[in-house]
């Protein structure tokens, strides 16, 4: 499998050791660096040194994973963050997807999710654990958190929506290809033309919208 850099921000040395133990038997993954803060993170990230993958703990004691979050966002950096937490709010998982988090995991995974969720995002852009399809179909998301850019009005032709629906159903570019007897360029074409259509930012803010428009029910 094709070698994956990640870092991990995370306060606690304990926990940082912990990670890093757990996704030792994965020979591909391949830590490029921890921090202690966010801080610290973005001073990396502006030297340079950008892996494919955060794990992102959402509560330090310098400040607030959430604003690292946002700030690496803003910055425009091509980095895929996982968020680590305690706690599994649905309305809080919806939240942190918004704000561009391309995956959500609680600290006591195990190491075979841990792997598996840093696998996901990067060859399918967004990791959903069994609670984040949960919150994703739950109606906690509802018009309260609809964000103005999600249009249900909309019209997606006959193509954008079966594709769309793969997309939910978390298959692959290549899956998705075969399913529709269509070349992956052509695939990725559709997938980015229902990025702009809808006002999505990724492949989560696909499902969200999916979801609200009321297009895929699970």
Same mark, same amino acid.
């Given at each position: ?8 921000? $995370? ?7 912990? %990670? ?16 202690? @803060? ?5 001073? !990396? !990230?502006? $030297? ?5 993958? *955060?794990? %992102? ?24 963050? *996982?968020?680590?937490?305690?706690? +599994? +709010? ?8 918004? %704000? ?28 959903? @654990?069994?609670?984040?399809? @949960? &919150?994703? %179909? ?5 018009? @309260? ?19 769309? +629906?793969? *997309? ?24 980015? +033309? ?9 492949? &989560? ?14």
């Amino acid at each position: 499998m094709k070698e994956i850099q990640y870092a991990i921000v $995370e306060d606690q040395s304990i926990f940082r050791y912990g %990670l890093r133990l757990a996704l030792s038997n994965e020979a591909h993954l391949v830590e490029m660096w921890e921090a202690s @803060s966010g801080n610290q993170a973005l001073s !990396l !990230l502006e $030297e340079g040194k950008i892996p494919q993958v *955060i794990l %992102l703990d959402i509560k330090m004691d310098d400040g607030d994973g959430i604003e690292f979050l946002k700030a690496i966002r803003q910055k425009g950096y091509d980095v895929k963050v *996982i968020m680590l937490t305690m706690y +599994d +709010d649905q309305g809080f998982i919806i939240h942190l997807l918004e %704000l561009g988090a391309n995956g959500y995991l609680l600290k006591d995974s195990d190491a075979d999710e841990i792997a598996l969720a840093i696998n996901k995002v990067v060859l399918e852009g967004v990791y959903f @654990s069994e609670k984040m399809q @949960s &919150a994703l %179909l739950n109606k906690v998301t509802g018009a @309260s958190i609809v964000r103005k850019e999600y249009r249900p009005e909309i019209k997606l032709n006959e193509r954008e929506a079966e594709v769309l +629906d793969y *997309i939910c159903q978390e298959f692959s570019t290549a899956e998705i290809a075969d399913k529709v007897s269509l070349s992956t360029r052509r695939v990725e074409g559709i997938r980015l +033309d229902l990025l702009a259509k809808v006002g999505a930012k990724n492949t &989560a803010g696909l499902v969200l919208y999916a979801v609200k428009a009321g297009l895929y029910r699970g």
